[in-house]
């Protein structure tokens, strides 16, 4: 073990990591934008929309995520669109978070009284306005520890697009272990970063679900 | 354009490879269910320096990448004479991920155990080791197998992060095959079929598994039902 190895690579270390921090924040926003889209859509858009939304659902949490991501980046270019890697990766985060955060949603909203939506439609509130003012901002305060949960998830699940050569903090690690031979420390130092973000991300949950049972 | 006689000519090396993610799978999951098993019994011993040690040990595994966690093992183990084979590495490093969450299921599992079987085991007279044997083990595994069914379909999805340190398993093969052939979106398209059929595969036998040994149980499990099997990430 020599530490000086690790106090080197460090300035490049923490750059990437900020990458793998803001490529997951992205990713569980369009997971977020994706879930809440297709949970409404399930639960509202009749029988085509909840079959098509439930093989969605299905796909993208039985495929192990490398090769949802492989799918994407090589399948993308295949029907003329050509991103570079990174907007692949963060497309195929998207998508997959999106699949679970629609489950995260479709579980907080039954926990949301049933008497309440027939009250809004008894007082003549349309179909959109039940969803936007009463049924989605408490789905959203329920499952803030799952989604929480999530963001750690993703953050982990996101070195996985290394493999397409983003780099992020887990290619980084590979690119400066593979010039320097010093895979223990790299790797070590790395694996810290991400205990350090996913630590400080649960800090983070508890004290905004401690508020938000204040609230 | 799709071609996908090449899945028939590139068979015998797809089932080879197929047998390898077999094989790391059930001995993954066997490691990592028999470690994870010893962790939560370590955990009862009333020694604080061992509970944090074992603490540490599963926060530390579930709050870094797997992949990060067979890099670890992989490359920097001959640092510290451990050199692996890329299998072996494979096989210990996702039994080694496997431990930290099964500990923690079978820890619930442990608390879910009504105390007054223990208690009347205890004044029945017999010995821990029994009492362990013959009312918690069981008790148990029958209030957890939804949590570990969940927690094999996990691992099934990440037998394919170990093609990355280059286990010959599944999606090596179909790697392989893919930058022979250049028909790298059919091979991509086969695998995720297949694999989506897989998970499904393991979390229907797990769900047919649960119901059958819940069959004579008047109450719910404490885990929850099982509809919600192989909805965990990998």
């Not at chain 1, 900020?18 to 569980?28: D, E, N, Q, R, Y």
């Not at chain 2, 490359?75 to 969450?101: C, D, K, M, Q």
């Not at chain 2, 879910?112 to 821990?128: F, I, N, R, T």
Request: hydrophobic share 55%; proline share 4%.
């Amino acid at each position: 073990m020599k530490f000086s190895v690790i106090i080197d690579a460090l300035p490049y270390l923490l750059g990437a990591a900020v990458t793998t921090i803001w490529v997951s924040l992205l990713g569980v926003l369009l997971g977020q934008v994706i879930g809440v889209a297709v949970c409404v859509a399930r639960q509202s858009g009749g029988r085509a929309a909840d079959i098509a939304g439930g093989v969605y659902v299905s796909f993208f949490r039985g495929v192990p995520l490398l090769i949802q991501l492989l799918l994407i980046y090589y399948m993308l270019p295949l029907i003329g669109i050509d991103v570079p890697p990174l907007v692949a990766s963060i497309a195929a985060l998207g998508l997959a978070s999106g699949a679970y955060v629609s489950e995260i949603y479709r579980g907080a909203l039954n926990a949301v009284p049933h008497g309440q939506s027939e009250a809004a439609l008894a007082l003549g509130f349309p179909g959109r306005s039940i969803w936007a003012r009463i049924l989605l901002p408490q789905a959203f305060r329920i499952s803030v520890p799952a989604l929480v949960n999530e963001l750690i998830l993703l953050l982990k699940a996101s070195s996985l697009i290394s493999v397409v050569g983003v780099a992020e903090l887990t290619r980084t690690s590979q690119t400066i272990s593979a010039s320097n031979f010093r895979p223990l420390e790299i790797y070590l130092a790395a694996g810290l970063i991400y205990l350090a973000i996913n630590g400080a991300l649960a800090l983070f949950g508890t004290l905004v679900e401690r508020r938000l049972q204040q609230a | 354009m799709l071609d996908f006689a090449l899945f028939v000519q590139y068979g015998p090396a797809l089932l080879r490879g197929f047998g390898v993610t077999i094989l790391c799978w059930g001995a993954g999951c066997l490691i990592g269910m028999a470690l994870g098993f010893v962790l939560m019994l370590l955990r009862q011993v009333p020694v604080k320096p061992l509970r944090w040690i074992i603490r540490a040990y599963i926060e530390v595994i579930r709050g870094t990448p797997f992949l990060i966690q067979l890099f670890l093992l992989y490359s920097g183990g001959p640092s510290f004479g451990l050199r692996l084979e890329a299998t072996t590495a494979g096989i210990l490093g996702l039994g080694l991920y496997g431990s930290a969450y099964f500990a923690e299921i079978f820890r619930a599992g442990y608390q879910a155990v009504p105390k007054g079987q223990v208690e009347a085991a205890l004044s029945l007279g017999m010995s821990y080791g029994a009492i362990l044997r013959r009312v918690i083990v069981p008790a148990m595994l029958v209030s957890t197998i939804p949590a570990i069914v969940n927690m094999m379909a996990i691992l099934t999805k990440e037998t394919v992060v170990l093609s990355i340190i280059t286990v010959p398993e599944l999606m090596y093969e179909m790697q392989t095959m893919a930058a022979e052939t250049f028909a790298t979106f059919e091979t991509i398209l086969g695998m995720a079929l297949f694999y989506w059929l897989l998970v499904e595969v393991v979390s229907r036998l797990g769900r047919r598994l649960e119901a059958r040994v819940t069959r004579f149980l008047t109450h719910a499990s404490p885990q929850g039902s099982s509809t919600e099997t192989a909805t965990a990430r990998a």
